[in-house]
């Protein structure tokens, strides 16, 4: 018997829909990336491993399913420290969702900015700053793309970000790959670094995963490592500037265009430079780009005075925990010591989600009696007292370089290893 063409391409076309559709169904069930909101049963999907490999994609289609009125917006420190339940936040803004984004520039903290704001009408966003994300020589990360956000930098509507992740999300062998391996994952002992449903990355067991590994001095060596040699003066440049001379990008107008659509729009908008540790700063310091951490600061209150004027209102706040104080100084155990838990960080550049609840209650203006805030920390930067608070930390800065010798020697040797007097020179001639 002989099969027509018209009849074997029928056969073809419904043989293929029902494939996909299969397809699409499994990975929407699964939903590794929590890009569809499936129900999360334990013991088939409710661990998300694949979610931190495919963390842009997913991001931006939560919020586009998710449509919050609060977000906060930053770098993995402020994804991991952040709570959306924290009871200083306006309990009118629902929902409310952690927008942070691992090693993020400031273009993709912008450009997620505008996609939430696009989605729907932000009420409140708060904004974890850090120095090395406003570095125009550093590019964006390779998952991200501008066709799955809900509007152009321009502020002109993308019609089709729906549609984009389509393709990927259901019926890629990637997309394909991740279910399986999210219900494989599901009794692993190792199952990657999870993250909550509110978008913060998952907290709890992280103390206990270091002291069980090499411990906290050997977690702080490889995060300073990975700063010292690509973060603060990434390949293939090695340079650092807000302005990107090769290609004349500005990362203080993406600055500008973030708080134009924050105080046109009515925004409650706060700002935060993160307390990360104190070797961070030395990082920076040996890094001999003291001078443009301080430059940045000053940069971030002037323009921030300057598009208030304009709007005829007052500043948002930015509030600086950074620097050298009883939390930022907390002491780092020793190699020999496996056991000794550090109750503030899990490393230098990312600090608990307990030392977050204290930054937030500071600027949420909420008074916790369980844990009561030191005045000294966090300063609400203004052009009239940051040349004395700039002042204040350096002083400090010597204060500690006297008293952790040991550690201080242990960055200037990390920077030492990977560059010379000379290359570190270049780099106060970059705008």
């Avoid at 209650?361 to 007292?385: A, H, M, Q, R």
């Amino acid at each position: 018997m002989t099969i027509k063409p018209t009849t074997y391409l029928k056969i073809w076309l419904l043989s293929f829909s029902t494939v996909s559709i299969c397809f699409a169904f499994f990975n929407g069930l699964i939903d590794p990336y929590r890009v569809v909101g499936s129900p999360e049963i334990k013991g088939l999907n409710q661990l998300k491993p694949e979610f931190s490999d495919h963390l842009r994609l997913a991001k931006a289609n939560i919020v586009s399913r998710l449509a919050p009125q609060a977000i906060i917006l930053g770098s993995s420190r402020a994804e991991q420290a952040y709570d959306t339940e924290h009871p200083g936040w306006n309990l009118q803004a629902q929902p409310r969702y952690n927008l942070g984004l691992s090693a993020v520039s400031f273009y993709e903290l912008l450009r997620y900015f505008q996609h939430a704001h696009k989605v729907q009408p932000l009420k409140q966003t708060v904004v974890g700053l850090d120095f090395y994300m406003f570095n125009a020589y550093r590019s964006s990360k390779p998952d991200f793309s501008e066709k799955r956000l809900a509007t152009t930098v321009d502020n002109q509507p993308n019609f089709f970000y729906p549609y984009h992740d389509i393709l990927p999300v259901f019926l890629s062998e990637d997309g394909f790959n991740s279910s399986l391996n999210t219900i494989r994952q599901q009794k692993s002992k190792n199952k990657g670094t999870p993250y909550l449903k509110n978008g913060q990355r998952a907290w709890k067991h992280k103390p206990e995963e270091i002291v069980k590994g090499a411990g906290y001095q050997k977690a702080f060596a490889v995060t300073e490592t990975i700063f010292t040699q690509t973060l603060y003066l990434p390949p293939p440049y090695k340079k650092y500037g807000f302005i990107n001379t090769e290609t004349g990008e500005n990362y203080w107008e993406y600055y500008r265009t973030l708080l134009r659509t924050a105080y046109k729009d009515n925004i409650d908008f706060r700002m935060i430079i993160n307390p990360s540790h104190a070797r961070q700063w030395e990082i920076i310091r040996h890094l001999k780009l003291w001078d443009k951490f301080e430059e940045w600061k000053r940069e971030l209150v002037k323009i921030n005075e300057e598009e208030a004027a304009k709007f005829n209102t007052s500043p948002f706040p930015i509030w600086d925990f950074s620097g050298y104080n009883e939390f930022t100084t907390e002491t780092v155990p020793n190699s020999e010591d496996k056991t000794t838990q550090m109750q503030w960080y899990y490393e230098s550049s990312h600090f608990s989600k307990p030392l977050g609840d204290l930054v937030l209650s500071k600027v949420f203006d909420y008074e916790d009696k369980k844990y009561p805030i030191p005045s000294s920390f966090g300063v609400l930067l203004t052009s009239d007292n940051l040349e004395n608070h700039l002042l204040k930390i350096r002083a400090d800065q010597q204060e500690y370089e006297k008293t952790n010798q040991e550690d201080v020697m242990m960055i200037k040797k990390l920077v030492d290893k990977y560059y010379s007097e000379s290359d570190l020179e270049k780099f106060h001639s970059q705008p």
